[in-house]
């Protein structure tokens, strides 16, 4: 079993920056990473994702350029470093592992790809 836990939420200003971690134990049983976000009323958005055998990431039009996604392999950790936040951005963010290999990388940004899930960390970002 795997389990996953974020850190790094909290409040900030427009324009600031956040780092997210995910920090993932037990088994690692998993081929990708990927973080989401649910903002109230709508549904849970993929916002960026990581294959791990080769590092490749991918991101979702809305953030690329300002989120970077990173790993830490010595740490079990990944990283979402957002940077320009917009209050836009104002979500509860999930990271997720995923234990069969998907090949459409678009398949990335869907929650069903994924198995494992962390509890969330919130992320408000006021103008």
């Known amino acids: 079993q795997l389990q996953l836990v974020e850190s790094g939420g909290g409040l900030v200003q427009s324009g600031e920056s956040l780092r997210l971690s995910c920090a993932a134990s037990?088994?690692?049983?998993?081929?990708?990473i990927g973080w989401f976000r649910q903002a109230p009323g709508k549904e849970r958005e993929g916002v960026s994702w990581m294959r791990r055998s080769d590092g490749s990431t991918f991101y979702a039009d809305s953030v690329k350029g300002r989120f970077t996604i990173s790993r830490d392999n010595a740490k079990n950790t990944v990283y979402l470093q957002m940077n320009s936040l917009k209050p836009d951005d104002t979500a509860v963010y999930y990271c997720?592992?995923?234990?069969?290999?998907?090949?459409?990388?678009?398949?990335?940004?869907?929650?069903?790809?994924?198995?494992?899930w962390g509890q969330g960390t919130q992320v408000t970002v006021s103008s």
């Open positions: 997720a592992a995923a234990r069969i290999t998907f090949y459409n990388f678009n398949r990335g940004y869907r929650p069903s790809s994924y198995y494992y």
């Open positions: 037990g088994i690692l049983d998993y081929v990708a």
